[in-house]
Protein backbone atom coordinates (compact mmCIF):
# COMPACT_ATOMS: atom_id res chain seq x y z
CA UNK A 1 0.00 0.00 0.00
CA UNK A 2 1.51 3.28 -0.79
CA UNK A 3 1.43 5.58 1.73
CA UNK A 4 -0.28 8.87 2.01
CA UNK A 5 2.24 11.14 2.81
CA UNK A 6 5.94 11.48 1.04
CA UNK A 7 8.97 13.39 2.72
CA UNK A 8 8.61 16.83 1.52
CA UNK A 9 4.58 17.14 1.14
CA UNK A 10 3.75 20.07 3.25
CA UNK A 11 0.88 19.14 5.95
CA UNK A 12 -1.51 20.51 8.66
CA UNK A 13 -3.19 18.72 11.62
CA UNK A 14 -6.68 18.64 11.08
CA UNK A 15 -7.36 20.33 14.04
CA UNK A 16 -5.55 23.77 13.05
CA UNK A 17 -1.52 24.31 14.19
CA UNK A 18 1.44 25.50 12.29
CA UNK A 19 2.38 24.51 8.95
CA UNK A 20 4.44 21.38 8.92
CA UNK A 21 6.81 19.09 6.29
CA UNK A 22 6.73 15.51 6.36
CA UNK A 23 9.93 13.98 7.28
CA UNK A 24 9.13 10.44 6.20
CA UNK A 25 7.32 7.00 7.86
CA UNK A 26 7.56 7.08 11.36
CA UNK A 27 9.80 3.95 12.61
CA UNK A 28 8.53 2.96 16.39
CA UNK A 29 12.33 1.81 18.39
CA UNK A 30 10.00 -0.15 20.77
CA UNK A 31 8.72 -2.82 18.12
CA UNK A 32 11.80 -1.63 16.07
CA UNK A 33 9.79 -1.70 12.90
CA UNK A 34 8.13 1.18 10.46
CA UNK A 35 4.73 1.92 11.23
CA UNK A 36 3.11 3.34 7.80
CA UNK A 37 0.38 4.72 9.74
CA UNK A 38 2.42 7.59 11.36
CA UNK A 39 4.77 10.28 9.85
CA UNK A 40 7.16 12.22 11.10
CA UNK A 41 6.53 15.74 10.92
CA UNK A 42 8.85 19.04 11.41
CA UNK A 43 8.10 22.66 11.78
CA UNK A 44 9.81 25.78 12.87
CA UNK A 45 8.12 28.32 15.40
CA UNK A 46 9.71 31.57 17.11
CA UNK A 47 10.77 30.84 20.82
CA UNK A 48 9.76 33.50 23.82
CA UNK A 49 12.95 35.13 23.04
CA UNK A 50 11.98 35.67 19.37
CA UNK A 51 14.87 32.72 17.79
CA UNK A 52 13.28 30.42 15.59
CA UNK A 53 13.60 26.89 16.77
CA UNK A 54 12.38 23.34 15.14
CA UNK A 55 9.89 21.20 16.18
CA UNK A 56 9.62 17.20 15.76
CA UNK A 57 6.47 14.96 16.40
CA UNK A 58 5.08 11.94 15.15
CA UNK A 59 1.38 12.15 13.99
CA UNK A 60 -1.18 9.59 12.48
CA UNK A 61 -2.01 9.96 8.66
CA UNK A 62 -5.72 10.46 10.56
CA UNK A 63 -4.32 13.47 11.74
CA UNK A 64 -3.11 15.28 9.00
CA UNK A 65 -3.57 17.03 6.05
CA UNK A 66 -2.15 17.76 2.88
CA UNK A 67 -1.69 21.63 2.38
CA UNK A 68 -1.99 22.14 -1.30
CA UNK A 69 0.57 25.44 -2.45
CA UNK A 70 -0.45 27.74 -4.84
CA UNK A 71 2.64 29.81 -6.36
CA UNK A 72 2.14 32.75 -7.92
Known amino acids: ?10 VRL ?4 PDMTI ?3 H ?12 FD ?3 FDKNKDGKKEVHYCPFY ?9 HLA
Open 1 to 10: MEPRFVTGDK
Open 14 to 17: ISGG
Open 23 to 25: RGI
Open 27 to 38: FDVLANQYNNDM
Open 41 to 43: CIW
Open 61 to 69: ADELIKIEL
